[in-house]
């Protein structure tokens, strides 16, 4: 994300020599036009400045304009707030797998929502984030090491429907997967992180909150997300699906975390936009631009000093 801005933003009335110029270049053509009229020939006055010079008068006109814009940019001082890379971030997305992301609390359902505002998230992360992908339900499996190839990344979510749901949910020993991945070619300066997204209560593998425990140990930061309404939802065989949002939240304090509660597309949304900020090591840098408007600005007005010699020379 970035902002831009200007130290002087008053000098920007600067920008009305465009207008003034424009007026006084339709006043000029007003006296040639006179001047014309003394001509015996005036077709071939006409024709010579038709001619030669109309498509270097568009021309011209252009790089006024950007010239004067460019360089009244430059003396307004702008600069541009961007986020910046701090340590590198390897990250794991968690994706829960199993039967309840059927459920249809969300339209179409759960798991079509999460799988594309997933997509949506994974296109606008930094390239320089490694991020890896791992399925859960009764058990797990790493469907992407982390690395910043996006191309396998997408195509393994995007490929991902309703007959890929299992039955189970064991969280904890996808958590632990995670870890073990991440862990795998970390440096020092590395910082580790897992996104969790999960719509179930752990009922199989590793207790969720040893799995913490673990994740701590190794300094890895545990983000999660819980899917569905509060009410929950029926899926098939008349099960209810339930949230055990009391450990969800319980692992992200562990691991220095947060817990998100997701019950539509727009609140995948509003958590992805914070996960950039929370859970990336970026940090804000102002970049002063009046070097680069001025270098701009210059070169263009070179430019319009010659189209404007070819255009506005005396035509006999």
């Given at each position: 994300m970035y902002s831009f801005g200007f130290e002087y933003p008053w000098a920007l009335i600067l920008l009305l020599i465009i207008p003034v110029f424009y007026y006084y270049e339709k006043y000029l053509n007003r006296i040639n036009h006179i001047k014309a009229a003394k001509f015996s020939r005036i077709e071939l006055l006409e024709r010579a400045l038709e001619g030669k010079t109309d498509y270097k008068k568009k021309l011209f006109m252009v790089l006024f304009t950007l010239a004067v814009i460019t360089g009244v940019f430059a003396i307004a001082r702008p600069h541009a707030t961007i986020e910046v890379m701090v340590n590198p971030v390897r990250l794991m997305l968690v994706f829960d797998t199993s039967i309840s992301m059927e459920a249809t609390d969300m339209k179409p359902d759960r798991l079509t929502v999460a799988r594309d505002t997933a997509v949506e998230f994974i296109k606008k992360v930094p390239n320089s984030i490694k991020i890896g992908l791992e399925y859960f339900y009764g058990s797990s499996y790493v469907a992407v090491s982390p690395s910043e190839d996006r191309e396998k990344l997408l195509s393994s979510l995007s490929g991902l429907d309703l007959k890929d749901l299992y039955p189970g949910t064991a969280i904890g020993s996808a958590i632990d997967a995670a870890v073990n991945t991440l862990s795998v070619g970390k440096t020092e300066n590395n910082k580790l992180v897992i996104i969790l997204l999960t719509d179930g209560e752990s009922n199989q593998g590793i207790l969720p909150l040893d799995a913490a425990k673990i994740a701590k140990s190794e300094d890895v930061k545990i983000f999660t997300i819980g899917i569905g309404s509060r009410e929950g939802a029926f899926v098939r065989g008349g099960f209810l699906a339930a949230l055990d949002e009391g450990t969800l939240i319980e692992i992200a304090n562990q691991t220095g975390g947060k817990y998100f509660r997701a019950q539509s597309k727009n609140d995948f949304r509003k958590i992805y936009k914070e996960l950039r900020s929370s859970a990336f090591s970026l940090e804000k840098k102002e970049v002063?631009?009046?070097?680069?408007?001025?270098?701009?600005?210059?070169?263009?007005?070179?430019?319009?000093?010659?189209?404007?010699?070819?255009?506005?020379?005396?035509?006999?």
């Open positions: 002063e631009l009046t070097v680069f408007f001025s270098a701009v600005s210059f070169a263009l007005f070179l430019m319009v000093v010659h189209f404007g010699i070819a255009v506005f020379r005396p035509v006999f």
